[in-house]
């Protein structure tokens, strides 16, 4: 039941000494299922038949050890508090997770410190957690995963826009955290000198800047490089029930997950594809599929070994679960649907309802979230199917994982129902993702893919569209702007821009 490359992947990744890629998931549900042998054997049946899968660390960890994929921490302006963070973080990269960090907290380049002197900045002591990546593999299995914020209001904001731009924190994926007040000055077509004041953690206001400077700013580094993101704050915390006194400003690596600081993320997705029958959705099998992965998820919340006693503690407080979906670009293909049409935004509506209520009323105990939808990248291998909400990336294409390279070919996408990455509209891409999520409280993960011919310009009607119809963040893609994970099969591979000091050749 399993493909060639769900076997190559369990046997060079998940597989323990001497396991069997069947043996990997029997592993895992004999953890989970708590002695309930009924629920055992259907949770293996649907791992193996690719219907359902918890993430990664699960997989490698069951059934002692950390079972969740990635988790948010603090960072406060303190030397006791920046090297505390570096040590957690690096703690949660050996046990499997990826980490998110907001770095705003941290004072400024060239602010006075009280001992004397002036502080290297924020962007230095971030330039620390870089390198920690680079010698801590998340479980010996592959390198670690960060994500870095920083407010659009920082006193640093312009030099982290660019700093990937000259070589540095690689490792990272960016994002800027904006709220409404700054995209309504930035888009402003009347008043185009609304003035953003640039706050130190320490010292208050000391500047202002145009709004519209750092928002066409982080266009051009996005369509330089892909970073950084944007995260809009007011829309995160409109499904945060502990707003205002909680205030959340911190995502996890992907960023689909929006969480108070030592929260951890855990996350399971169903195939889709697996629903479709003779061209009709199965909504009742699917509706109690969803159910089960609510208990699957709940369970790995309650027996998971978390890294930290802090995070132990919040997640006792906060049980968030992420029932997620993947193979969405397979299942529409079956269903005789194109990607970029109304009969898409149709079906995401009838299967947002069912994919709500199951997991709403699986239990009516309190859980920050319910539902998130992650990329799916390993797990859309093991499953056979298209990753995430995405779209088919190509008819063929070629996929870069730490272990090797995996050509990916589905008969499936001969159909003339396919419509690849590049070829559904970027105002497309973003439509799905504000279609979906309408019917998620927590985040969805989704990448807009633009033509290597697209202007600075595009990027910013991406980001002001995706603002405007209600997403939680968004991640832009310039095809051939930076190395890729995908690589297409059909196409010539675009040159990529290098940026060296203050020039960039492009």
């Not at 006075?112 to 002197?117: D, K, N, T």
Request: aromatic share 12%; net charge neutral.
């Amino acid at each position: 039941m399993l493909s060639k490359n769900a076997i190559y992947l369990l046997n060079e990744r998940y597989c323990l000494p001497g396991e069997t890629p069947e043996g990997v998931f029997r592993r895992t549900a004999e953890g989970i299922a708590q002695g309930d042998k009924k629920f055992e054997d259907k949770i293996y049946n649907y791992m193996t038949s690719g219907i359902f899968l918890p993430n990664s660390p699960c997989l490698f960890n069951a059934p002692q050890g950390n079972l969740h994929a990635c988790y948010t921490l603090e960072v406060q302006d303190n030397i006791h508090s920046i090297f505390n963070t570096v040590s957690n973080m690096a703690y949660i990269f050996k046990s499997g997770g990826g980490v998110g960090v907001n770095f705003s907290p941290l004072r400024e380049k060239d602010s006075p410190i009280s001992q004397g002197g002036t502080s290297s900045g924020a962007l230095s002591f971030m330039g620390i957690f870089d390198n920690v990546v680079d010698t801590v593999k998340q479980g010996g299995k592959r390198r670690g995963a960060l994500m870095g914020i920083m407010n659009y209001n920082h006193p640093e904001i312009f030099d982290f826009i660019k700093i990937k731009l000259t070589g540095k924190l690689q490792n990272f994926n960016l994002s800027i955290m904006v709220n409404d007040a700054f995209m309504k000055m930035a888009n402003d077509p009347i008043d185009k000198n609304g003035l953003v004041a640039l706050s130190s953690p320490k010292n208050g206001i000391v500047g202002y800047a145009k709004a519209r400077d750092i928002l066409d700013l982080i266009c051009f580094a996005s369509w330089c490089n892909g970073d950084p993101a944007l995260l809009f704050f007011d829309r995160i915390n409109q499904d945060n029930p502990f707003y205002p006194e909680v205030k959340i400003d911190v995502v996890n690596p992907c960023s689909e997950v929006a969480l108070p600081p030592y929260s951890a993320c855990c996350l399971g997705s169903i195939n889709l594809a697996k629903f479709v029958t003779k061209g009709e959705f199965d909504f009742e099998w699917f509706y109690d599929v969803c159910q089960l992965a609510m208990r699957f998820l709940t369970t790995m919340n309650n027996i998971s070994i978390y890294p930290l006693p802090e995070i132990q503690k919040a997640m006792n407080k906060f049980d968030p679960v992420g029932v997620g979906i993947m193979g969405f670009a397979d299942c529409l293909i079956k269903l005789s649907i194109k990607y970029d049409s109304q009969d898409c935004l149709d079906f995401i509506k009838l299967l947002g309802e069912v994919y709500k209520k199951a997991t709403e009323e699986y239990d009516d105990k309190f859980h920050f979230y319910r539902r998130i939808i992650a990329p799916t990248g390993s797990l859309s291998i093991l499953a056979d199917c298209s990753s995430g909400i995405e779209p088919v990336y190509d008819v063929a294409f070629t996929r870069s994982l730490t272990i090797g390279r995996i050509e990916e070919v589905r008969d499936l996408y001969k159909s003339e129902y396919v419509r690849t990455a590049h070829e559904v509209s970027p105002e497309w891409h973003v439509t799905v993702l504000s279609a979906f999520q309408k019917y998620v409280d927590g985040g969805v993960s989704k990448t807009v893919n633009l033509p290597y011919s697209a202007s600075i310009d595009d990027v910013k009607t991406v980001y002001t569209q995706a603002w405007l119809m209600g997403c939680k963040g968004i991640t832009v893609y310039r095809d051939g702007s930076r190395s890729q994970v995908l690589e297409s099969n059909s196409k010539p591979k675009q040159k990529i821009g290098k940026c060296s000091d203050e020039t960039c050749t492009l």
